[in-house]
């Protein structure tokens, strides 16, 4: 089996009291999701994270909202060989206006957060975001 890792963000912003995130849409596999992708190297987990979501998003980094990522697991098939996948997402806020700057990405969209399963396609995604509208809560 492979083994890959990537890095992304939860990227929000809180208005009236509510938070929404950022989710694209990927070209590959025509799904809604997180920003993220894979390390440069000698690139930390954090710096690979920030640099996916400002390639992909425009989004303007402003803090982490937790330090420690939230991780996401599972596995698919690649040219017929199992892959097992691991995703280091950090919460953060951002500021700007998102504009879609990758040709991997179709659109983007600010969402709820209580909303966000509702458009996310794979189930360790929407457990992701039902981590983070707990979070969220907490803070």
Known sequence: MLYEE???TIALKKENDIWYTYLIKNKSGNHWGFPKGHANISETKKEAALRELKEETNLKFIKFLVEKPLIEQYSFLRNSKKTAKKVYYYLIEV???AKITSDEILEGR???ITKAKDLIVY???KE???LVEI???RL
């Open 6 to 8: 990537s890095f992304g």
């Open 95 to 97: 500021e700007g206006e």
């Open 110 to 112: 600010w969402v709820e």
């Open 123 to 125: 189930e360790a995604s």
């Open 128 to 130: 992701v975001a039902n």
């Open 135 to 137: 979070i969220l809560q």
